[in-house]
């Protein structure tokens, strides 16, 4: 079953197509038989009217000769043969034969004449014609029949020149619209190949809707569809982190007077060690929860983000010399010696807070993993028209098979490490946000990880 609509399309112009130069063909047959029959019975007729006309009386008796020209009417390249004979009283086949071949087939009884016929002679099929008149002499009439006959050689050949032209010219306008209509309908359905690209190539959270300018009529409201079906989904998906940012706003203060009270609680007079060491699991519980509420809101607010072209310029330099200052005493905690070669020239467009959470996050991953005594580096440049902003680490690294999952919300590669799994993939919503790229790659001799974030630079 025929499934390509080029090519469904190209079978409902060609079936018709080729019945049309079918039928075209027979009717152009037919017509060129009737024309080459036509000029062949003119032909035999003509020659039997000759051939009568020098049949003349001669000493009371009738002579009869065929003179050259009544046999040059069928002179031809084909070498067809042309049988004759003239009979005289009788009629048809019962009269005397005056010249001729005596067993040349009279037309059949009934006919008027003059008669044109189809038989055969000496076993060749032949087509003949039988013509008659009266002949007077002194008072007296004699009926004189003459009946000539010719092979179909230049018959056929005839109609084969008249035909064969015809369907020639039938078939190469066939291939010609065979070749050519599969190119005009490529052109044609170009729009729709662009319409499917277009679709194809958004991104997840890209839901504006089509635009159908340059579009053909009949896919318009195919497109209307789709940007129906785009506006639900947006609403629906607007609506769902709006959810998510509420909820997770609203959980913040909660939390934040929890671990206050916890750590309070902490602080006084506990003579039970058991009550301390649930006091102390509460506050950390209650930390890892606060942290999941700020992660989710940054995730939400990263989401929320239409387009990636912000009109505000971030001095890469100065996110990341911030976000190491914040970091610092975690690395020092870790004994992590925390680097930095920073570009102070290197600027992108976008939103200052969501690319400090960036920064934050893959430079708190890093801390996080690598081992105690380890270093973590992070610097950023100017790479052609992009700002490249790398986190390298001589860590455990991650592996091969693990990093096509680890932006995926809340997946973590180790599970003895705190975290929220949900760092990295803020990482890449905030990049693709900012219409830049995240990448990661194993280390200098395969040793730790380097994770390469790209972003457009700031165009004034």
């Keep these: 079953m025929v499934h390509s609509l080029r090519a469904r399309l190209l079978l409902w112009l060609l079936l018709p197509l080729a019945a049309f130069v079918l039928v075209a063909g027979g009717v152009s047959y037919d017509a060129a038989r009737q ?46 043969q042309v049988f004759y004979k003239v009979l005289a009283g009788g009629g048809r086949s019962e009269g005397r034969l005056l010249i001729g071949a005596p067993d040349l087939a009279a037309p059949p009884a009934g006919r008027a004449l003059p008669a044109f016929y189809d038989s055969t002679y000496a076993g060749m099929p032949i087509r003949a014609v039988a013509y008659e008149r009266l002949l007077y002499d002194s008072g007296r009439a004699e009926r004189v029949t003459v009946i000539v006959g010719k092979t179909m050689a230049s018959r056929q050949a005839m109609i084969d020149s008249l035909w064969r032209p015809q369907l020639l010219r039938q078939g190469l306008m066939l291939a010609l619209v065979m070749l050519l209509v599969p190119l005009g309908l490529t052109l044609e359905l170009r729009p729709l190949i662009k319409l499917k690209d277009d679709v194809a190539d958004r991104e997840p959270t890209q839901l504006e809707p089509i635009r159908p300018a340059h579009l053909p009529s009949e896919l318009r409201p195919i497109v209307d569809a789709i940007n129906q079906c785009i506006a639900r989904l947006k609403v629906h998906a607007s609506t769902q982190r709006q959810f998510i940012a509420d909820a997770a706003h609203q959980l913040r203060t909660p939390l934040t007077l929890l671990a206050t009270q916890t750590q309070f609680a902490s602080q006084c007079d506990a003579r039970d060690p058991a009550l301390f060491a649930a006091l102390s699991g509460v506050r950390r519980t209650s930390q890892k929860m606060a942290e ?38 975690a690395a020092q905690h870790r004994d992590i010696d925390l680097g930095a070669e920073l570009d102070e020239r290197v600027s992108v467009a ?75 993939a803020i990482v890449h919503q905030v990049a693709r946000s900012h219409g830049g790229s995240v990448a990661l790659a194993p280390g200098a001799g395969r040793v730790g990880l380097v994770v390469t974030v790209r972003l457009p630079v700031w165009r004034e």
């Design 35 to 80: 024309t080459a029959d036509l000029l062949q019975d003119s032909a035999l007729l003509a020659s039997a009217r000759t051939i009568i006309e020098d049949v003349d009386w001669e000493n009371g008796a009738l002579i009869a000769t065929v003179p050259p020209a009544a046999l040059e009417l069928f002179e031809s390249p084909y070498q067809d």
């Design 292 to 329: 999941l509420t700020s992660q989710l809101l940054l995730l939400a607010q990263a989401e929320s983000m239409a387009t990636p072209a912000v009109a505000t310029r971030v001095p890469l330099a100065a996110v990341l010399s911030s976000v190491l200052e914040e970091l610092i005493q």
């Design 350 to 424: 976008g939103n200052a807070g969501l690319i400090a959470s960036l920064a934050s996050n893959l430079i708190d991953n890093a801390i996080r993993y690598t081992q105690r005594g380890g270093s973590v580096t992070a610097l950023c440049k100017r790479e052609g028209d992009e700002a490249v902003l790398q986190v390298i680490d001589n860590g455990p690294g991650i592996p091969a098979e693990a990093r096509a999952h680890v932006f995926e919300r809340f997946y973590r590669v180790s599970a003895d490490t705190d975290g929220t799994g949900l760092g990295l």
